[in-house]
């Protein structure tokens, strides 16, 4: 079973900036799009940014040009580096594989690293 391991949440003050790590075992990074999710309290989990095999990325207009995504295949590892953080941008993120048909996840959810913004 594929497994999916987040890693490098923490606190932060406002302005600040946070490299978030997502791990995989198998193939499931290397053979499809990447996507970085958020969940903040009493919201539903949103898509914040994605990469495909090719590197092309797309961002959710709430973190476009303060959020970038990027991947290391030889690693099995994708990255999202973040940066003039907000305390909106506060929630627990999650990395999962997308489908090629719906961009619906794939892969069993990690338990997430959480991501505080606070001064």
């Known amino acids: 079973q594929v497994q999916l391991v987040e890693s490098g949440g923490g606190l932060v003050q406002p302005g600040g900036s946070l490299r978030l790590s997502c791990s995989a075992s198998g193939s499931i990074l290397n053979t499809n799009t990447m996507g970085w999710y958020r969940q903040a309290p009493g919201k539903e989990r949103e898509l914040v940014a994605a990469?495909?095999?090719?590197?092309?990325?797309n961002y959710a207009r709430s973190v476009k040009d303060r959020f970038t995504i990027s991947r290391d295949n030889a690693k099995n590892t994708v990255y999202l580096q973040m940066s003039t953080l907000k305390p909106e941008d506060t929630a627990v993120y999650y990395c999962n594989a997308l489908s090629a048909v719906d961009n619906s996840p794939l892969g069993v959810w990690g338990q997430g690293t959480l991501v505080t913004v606070s001064s």
């Open positions: 990469i495909t095999t090719g590197g092309r990325t």
